[in-house]
């Protein structure tokens, strides 16, 4: 009969090497598995070798199938590759690798949703929608980690806010070793007529990059499927019905398309509801459209979502203790009143306000147009706010609006020159930043970035203006002048009341350590003229300039970055002032004090600010004061909310703070602020806010936000945090442990070829990489590239950290990878052979068979086919073992061989193969199936151990390993 290449054994009779003529095989050297060099001896007692390829099985013939190993491998070369073929399947004995080979210690929440949640999802369509804090980037990563290790993951996408895209790529590096590369134009512009979405398999890319771009979402859908894509702050892909239309944004779109192009789609929010339930079937069709497609207004025809997401408020996590993750929340309203001239200026400003805002509505009714009223009213609420910012805010913007409509004035007077005075204005295109409605305005202040809605507050205050005739415009011109006049005074007198309370909280005893050190306080304001304000004051009040550092919109990232890690590690600095730019995906939970001087307009703003503190990792306390002036229209509008909130929280706990964003289903907090300020002095509107208020933030309509807030039926207890606490344990006692890692891999890369050298105590520095290693990630299907040099590089997390920062090698690491991946090409051989491995150390002189025993299965191309059974270990096997079933059959299973280590002799091996051949052993070694394995054999009760392994591969799909 035919021969495969796997059948070819020493001792056996083949015919078709040497024309019909019968040799026996002496000895069988694979050579990868498409060829195999075989040495045999003729009939007449000559000696030949030959090299069998593959295309040749069907001229050979078996005629006797000879021994099942010669035992003739290397032992040395047969010890490095069993280790590469344990290590490359360590995640088959480890269910949480991905956790060993990173330099993080997750929680119960972060595992669950990883190792229960997402990876039995094969594809995966799934919303990771835990509240802010939870560690969500932590989360994507693990499972980025695991799809790699498990071969399933080559081509990776994350899309996020540009604010955010730096941090994932550090956090990526910094915690798994990951190395992503960040879709910029001069990236772009460098592949040339190619595409960097196909050269390029590990991107993160700018939500608003690819939704402004349909050239760029075209060449993205040209490129193969991606493996996974991530999308973060994914509520910002939003729709809206309006009426029986739905109105859908470039980022939804973009989503769309791109979750359309991908195996595994994972998007991430801590804000997937924005209180509409269409909305919401919207935005899930974005992982199942033919479920969640069309407006469904009926609760009973909603689709249930439980199976597409997960939901995990904080109160509902835990660390492996049982203990609450999260600390408590108090938070603290501080009420201060105006001075004298700050009053003056508020009531004139105000009234500025009012008489502009009337004024637009009147236009508006003339024109039945609303367009331009919505523009100047954004401006005069932008305008409004900044009054209560702060003095030297609603200066600066008094000034800049009138520089800029006296240099549209003087444009004007060119053009009208000779003309009339009430002649209409000719420079409204020019001048006007762009028409907005009020639910672009909803949609700025939810989904766009603060840096976003801090330009289009600019160009709107600076330009936006009621009047129509030059007369109208040197009216509001001079209007502003006597404003900023007033402003400037208020300014000089320095009676900043709202400074004044702040003062008097920087010396209350939380800022305090025990010992009289100030401890790190975050304090946001809304404005950037108020920031720089505060700025100089702090540092003049704590005398020390380094102690104070600022984040806003003009700060470039690199800078942020430098920031914020100054702010964490510099017990020098210990004030961060910020405004929402920092309220965007950077974690401050170094610091447990807050101080909002500003108050936003919406409230989901504030949510987020004390995201920044109270997150993972926080074990204080933490303490939030909001800063509010008593005797202002919008000041008092607050102070009633904070209060019955504070009442609610005392009956239902902190969940209260999670829920500001939906408090108001009508109108929205931002609406009822801006009718405080105009219609202040009509009791029937202030008797309408007051019910709003009192509708908003009653137990019962807060107890229905929590519970739509939650949107599944999910949560977890002390018990489920047990459970997964002893699944840890166990799975970190049977993982590959660093060390054999350390010993396999330090061998490996020097006999490749590599320069490796030992600096501080478990830390090594790689000089040298050998090019068949560098190019070896591209042959292999592993997206993560090789370097040609290592600065440091580990094997034990505890010494990443030192500095030099090291690389921690372990399973996953693509120059590891890369390693594993030659040595079995190289010498896999080997396990189809045996060897005689000898114990130097054990006097004893009877042998044992050693097995290696699995089951294979064909994995996903290019990687090579990848064990489907968690139960891959060696088997020692006694002499007398019957080969029948029944009885104590003895067997012994073997983690690994430590003592084993120099090469059987000749000798040896015919020793070895003499006493293993006794009565029963033989058909044993064929095919030996014990019924149950048995405790670990001591190290030193046979002297001589005969190892085999047996490989099932592509063509032979369902092999199984000898002994199985």
């Given at each position: 009969?035919?021969?495969?290449?796997?059948?070819?054994?020493?001792?056996?009779?083949?015919?078709?090497?040497?024309?019909?003529?019968?040799?026996?095989?002496?000895?069988?050297?694979?050579?990868?598995?498409?060829?195999?060099?075989?040495?045999?001896?003729?009939?007449?007692?000559?000696?030949?070798?030959?090299?069998?390829?593959?295309?040749?099985?069907?001229?050979?013939?078996?005629?006797?199938?000879?021994?099942?190993?010669?035992?003739?491998?290397?032992?040395?070369?047969?010890?490095?590759?069993?280790?590469?073929?344990?290590?490359?399947?360590?995640?088959?004995?480890?269910?949480?690798?991905?956790?060993?080979?990173?330099?993080?210690?997750?929680?119960?929440?972060?595992?669950?949703?990883?190792?229960?949640?997402?990876?039995?999802?094969?594809?995966?369509?799934?919303?990771?929608?835990?509240?802010?804090?939870?560690?969500?980037?932590?989360?994507?990563?693990?499972?980025?980690?695991?799809?790699?290790?498990?071969?399933?993951?080559?081509?990776?996408?994350?899309?996020?806010?540009?604010?955010?895209?730096?941090?994932?790529?550090?956090?990526?590096k910094?915690?798994?070793?990951?190395?992503?590369?960040?879709?910029?134009?001069?990236?772009?512009?460098?592949?040339?007529?190619?595409?960097?979405?196909?050269?390029?398999?590990?991107?993160?890319?700018?939500?608003?990059?690819?939704?402004?771009?349909?050239?760029?979402?075209?060449?993205?859908?040209?490129?193969?499927?991606?493996?996974?894509?991530?999308?973060?702050?994914?509520?910002?892909?939003?729709?809206?019905?309006?009426?029986?239309?739905?109105?859908?944004?470039?980022?939804?779109?973009?989503?769309?398309?791109?979750?359309?192009?991908?195996?595994?789609?994972?998007?991430?929010?801590?804000?997937?509801?924005?209180?509409?339930?269409?909305?919401?079937?919207?935005?899930?069709?974005?992982?199942?459209?033919?479920?969640?497609?069309?407006?469904?207004?009926?609760?009973?025809?909603?689709?249930?979502?439980?199976?597409?997401?997960?939901?995990?408020?904080?109160?509902?996590?835990?660390?492996?203790?049982?203990?609450?993750?999260?600390?408590e929340r108090r938070s603290y309203t501080a009420e201060y009143e105006l001075s004298e001239p700050e009053k003056v200026l508020y009531e004139k400003v105000t009234e500025y306000v009012r008489e502009e805002m009337n004024r637009a509505d009147r236009n508006a009714q003339a024109e039945g147009s609303g367009k331009k009223r919505v523009n100047v009213g954004f401006a005069l609420m932008t305008l409004q706010r900044r009054l209560a910012s702060s003095p030297f805010a609603i200066h600066r913007s008094l000034e800049r609006r009138r520089q800029r409509l006296e240099s549209r004035l003087k444009e004007e007077r060119l053009l009208l020159e000779g003309r009339e005075a009430g002649s209409k204005l000719l420079l409204e295109a020019k001048y006007a930043p762009g028409a907005i409605s009020d639910d672009d305005i909803t949609e700025l202040y939810e989904e766009d970035t603060a840096d976003e809605v801090e330009a289009a507050e600019e160009a709107f205050t600076d330009n936006a203006t009621t009047a129509q005739t030059l007369a109208e415009l040197e009216l509001e011109i001079e209007t502003l002048k006597g404003l900023e006049k007033l402003s400037k005074r208020v300014v000089d007198q320095r009676c900043d009341a709202k400074w004044s309370e702040l003062d008097r909280i920087l010396d209350q005893e939380q800022m305090r350590e025990p010992n009289g050190a100030r401890r790190k306080l975050v304090l946001f304001t809304e404005f950037k003229d108020t920031l720089t304000d505060l700025a100089i004051k702090i540092r003049d009040r704590l005398g020390r300039p380094e102690a104070v550092v600022e984040i806003h919109g003009g700060v470039p990232r690199d800078r942020r970055r430098q920031i914020v890690h100054a702010f964490m590690n510099d017990p020098e600095v210990v004030v961060l002032l910020a405004n929402d730019a920092a309220g965007e995906g950077v974690n401050l939970q170094r610091a447990h004090l807050m101080v909002n001087y500003d108050l936003p307009w919406n409230p989901n703003r504030l949510e987020q600010r004390f995201g920044r503190i109270h997150r993972i990792g926080q074990k204080e306390v933490c303490h939030l004061w909001n800063l509010l002036a008593k005797d202002t229209r919008e000041g008092d509008v607050y102070i009633q909310l904070l209060h019955k909130l504070e009442i609610a929280r005392e009956a239902l706990g902190d969940k209260v703070f999670d829920v500001l964003g939906q408090l108001f289903s009508g109108r929205s907090l931002r609406d009822l602020l801006m009718d405080a300020v105009r219609y202040n002095q009509q009791p029937e509107r202030q008797l309408q806010m007051e019910e709003a208020i009192e509708g908003a933030v009653n137990q019962e309509h807060l107890q229905q936000l929590l519970s739509e807030r939650a949107l599944v039926q999910q949560g977890m207890d002390v018990h489920k945090v047990e459970l997964l606490r002893q699944q840890m344990e166990r799975a970190m006692a049977r993982r590959i442990h660093p060390h054999y890692v350390h010993d396999f891999f330090i061998e490996a890369f020097r006999r490749l070829g590599g320069k490796v050298f030992e600096r501080e105590k478990g830390r090594y520095e790689i000089t040298y990489v050998p090019p068949l290693l560098l190019d070896r990630n591209q042959q292999i299907g592993f997206g993560v590239p090789v370097q040609p040099r290592y600065e440091r590089i580990c094997f034990e997390k505890e010494h990443v950290t030192a500095s030099p920062r090291a690389e921690l090698v372990s399973p996953g690491h693509p120059l590891l990878e890369a390693c594993l991946s030659l040595v079995l090409e190289r010498d896999g051989a080997v396990l189809g052979q045996g060897a005689v491995l000898v114990d130097e150390r054990d006097l004893g002189t009877e042998p044992r068979m050693l097995f290696c025993h699995g089951t294979w299965a064909a994995g996903r191309p290019p990687q090579p086919p990848r064990a489907a059974a968690a139960d891959l270990q060696p088997i020692a096997i006694p002499r007398d073992q019957p080969p029948g079933g029944g009885g104590d059959r003895r067997l012994r299973a073997l983690s690994r061989l430590p003592a084993l280590e120099r090469r059987g002799t000749a000798t040896d091996r015919r020793d070895a193969e003499r006493k293993l051949a006794g009565p029963g052993l033989g058909p044993a070694c064929d095919h030996p199936r014990p019924n149950k394995l048995g405790s670990r054999a001591p190290g030193g009760d046979e002297g001589r151990t005969a190892g085999a392994d047996r490989q099932g591969g592509a063509g032979d799909p369902g092999a199984d390993a000898a002994g199985d």
């Open positions: 009969m035919t021969v495969r290449l796997e059948e070819l054994k020493p001792d056996a009779l083949v015919k078709g090497l040497v024309g019909r003529e019968a040799v026996r095989l002496i000895s069988v050297q694979r050579m990868g598995d498409m060829a195999c060099q075989v040495f045999y001896r003729g009939q007449d007692g000559s000696t030949g070798d030959t090299i069998v390829f593959r295309s040749q099985e069907a001229d050979l013939e078996l005629v006797s199938g000879g021994r099942k190993w010669s035992f003739e491998g290397d032992g040395e070369i047969f010890r490095l590759v069993s280790e590469a073929e344990r290590i490359r399947l360590a995640y088959l004995f480890d269910p949480y690798v991905a956790v060993s080979s990173s330099t993080i210690d997750p929680l119960p929440h972060q595992i669950s949703a990883v190792y229960e949640h997402m990876l039995p999802r094969q594809p995966m369509r799934f919303l990771l929608a835990d509240d802010p804090g939870a560690g969500k980037t932590i989360m994507a990563g693990l499972l980025i980690k695991e799809l790699l290790i498990r071969g399933e993951l080559e081509r990776c996408l994350i899309v996020a806010p540009g604010s955010l895209t730096e941090q994932w790529q550090d956090e990526l910094e915690k798994f070793e990951l190395q992503f590369e960040l879709l910029t134009r001069d990236l772009i512009n460098a592949t040339g007529l190619g595409n960097p979405f196909e050269q390029r398999p590990l991107l993160i890319a700018r939500m608003d990059q690819l939704s402004r771009d349909d050239e760029l979402q075209t060449r993205l859908e040209q490129a193969p499927e991606w493996d996974l894509v991530v999308f973060d702050e994914s509520h910002r892909m939003s729709a809206h019905y309006f009426g029986s239309e739905v109105k859908r944004t470039k980022r939804y779109d973009m989503g769309k398309r791109v979750g359309n192009h991908a195996r595994n789609l994972l998007l991430m929010t801590a804000t997937p509801h924005n209180g509409k339930d269409e909305d919401f079937q919207l935005f899930m069709a974005l992982l199942d459209e033919d479920r969640f497609a069309g407006q469904q207004k009926d609760a009973v025809h909603r689709s249930d979502p439980t199976d597409l997401m997960r939901r995990l408020v904080k109160e509902d996590l835990y660390t492996f203790a049982g203990t609450k993750l999260f600390p």
